[in-house]
């Protein structure tokens, strides 16, 4: 059925997907004043290692192995982005008496924590994360991450078994 469809060129748009993600999150952040809280830089860092993936496996345009290995790796990237993204909605969704207060910047947590700590701070969430800002289409920011995030990942598992099966038959 997807034959014609080029590893290559899959990873390639996933490549572009993540450079994308990546564009707008610095819209967002330079042109429109959306400041990004920790949860968000984390999901920066799962999209943009998601996009150096992709860029990678387009390049090397792995055989059966390289792309069981590529997809692996894909989709745990994805996988950990995407529950980061889960507890920024779930922070974003919670009563207002029960968000959990402000606390210092990543900067700051980095420069003062091991970065075991730094992370479970992080991902306990603060007050900032809670805050939504943009929104399209009643999601926020996290939301539409988490959205691409399962879609990138599905993705990244059909290319996967597309290229398995290709350099099977070929």
């Known amino acids: 059925m997807f034959s014609y469809l080029q590893p290559r060129a899959g990873y390639l748009a996933g490549f572009l997907v993540c450079a994308g993600m ?7 952040q330079h042109f429109e004043g959306q400041e990004p809280c920790p949860l968000c830089i984390l999901q920066r860092v799962a999209w943009i290692t998601l996009g150096s993936l992709f860029l990678v496996a ?7 192995v390289g792309a069981a290995v590529y ?9 950990s982005g995407a529950a980061i993204a889960g507890r920024h909605v779930w922070l974003q969704n919670l009563p207002r008496d029960q968000v959990p207060a402000c606390g210092p910047d990543l900067d700051y947590m980095l420069r003062q924590f091991p970065l075991s700590e730094t992370l479970r701070r992080v991902l306990s969430g603060t007050g ?5 800002g943009w929104t399209f289409l009643d999601l926020s920011i996290a939301g539409w991450s988490l959205v691409w ?22």
């Open 58 to 64: 387009a390049i090397h345009g792995p055989a059966r």
């Open 128 to 132: 900032e994360c809670a805050e939504s």
């Open 22 to 28: 990546i564009a707008f999150a610095l819209y967002l």
């Open 149 to 170: 995030l399962l879609l990138i990942g599905a993705f990244a598992a059909f290319l996967t078994v597309i290229a398995w099966k290709r350099a099977r038959s070929g």
């Open 71 to 79: 997809g692996a790796l894909l989709i745990l990237v994805a996988g």
